[in-house]
C-alpha cells in the first residue's frame, strides 16, 4: 500500500499563489505518475495536472495551463503543485494521486489512478 499526504493548502486572495506538496510514504516499490485533482462543491472531480515518473512529460488542464507548474523530488517521494494567479473559481479540494508507470497513458482520467491523497482545501477570494 502506498499513502500519499497533501499539504499546503489555505486561504489565499485573488492573484495570490500558493504551493501543494504530496508526499507518499508505505510501499513505494513501483514507479508512479503522479497526478493532481480537485473537486468543488457540487462538481465532479476534475483533472488538473500531471507528471510521468522521471518527471519528463508533464500534462495540465487548460483552466490552470501557463499558471501552474508540477514538479517532483523522487528521492523525497514527494509531487509539488505552485499555483500562480489564483482565481476563485480554483477554490476546490485538491487531491494528489499515483498510477503504475506501468500503465501508460490515460494522465487525466481519475479511474486509472491507484493511490490517492485525502485532500487539502483551497479556497481563493475575490
Do not use: H
Request: with cysteine; charged share 15%.
Amino acid at each position: 500500500q502506498v499513502q500519499l499526504v497533501e499539504s499546503g493548502g489555505g486561504l489565499v486572495q485573488a492573484g495570490g499563489s500558493l504551493s501543494l506538496s504530496c508526499a507518499a510514504s508505505g510501499r513505494i516499490d513501483s514507479r508512479f505518475d503522479m497526478g493532481w485533482f480537485r473537486q468543488a462543491p457540487g462538481k465532479e472531480r476534475e483533472f488538473v495536472t500531471a507528471s510521468t515518473w522521471s518527471g519528463g512529460r508533464t500534462y495540465y488542464a487548460d483552466s490552470v495551463k501557463g499558471r501552474s507548474t508540477i514538479s517532483r523530488d523522487n528521492a523525497k517521494n514527494t509531487v509539488y503543485l505552485q499555483m500562480n494567479s489564483l482565481k476563485p473559481e480554483d477554490t476546490a479540494v485538491y487531491y494528489c494521486a499515483a498510477k503504475f508507470s506501468a500503465v501508460y497513458g490515460g494522465y487525466s482520467n481519475p479511474l486509472v489512478y491507484n493511490y490517492w491523497g485525502q485532500g487539502t482545501q483551497v479556497t481563493v477570494s475575490s
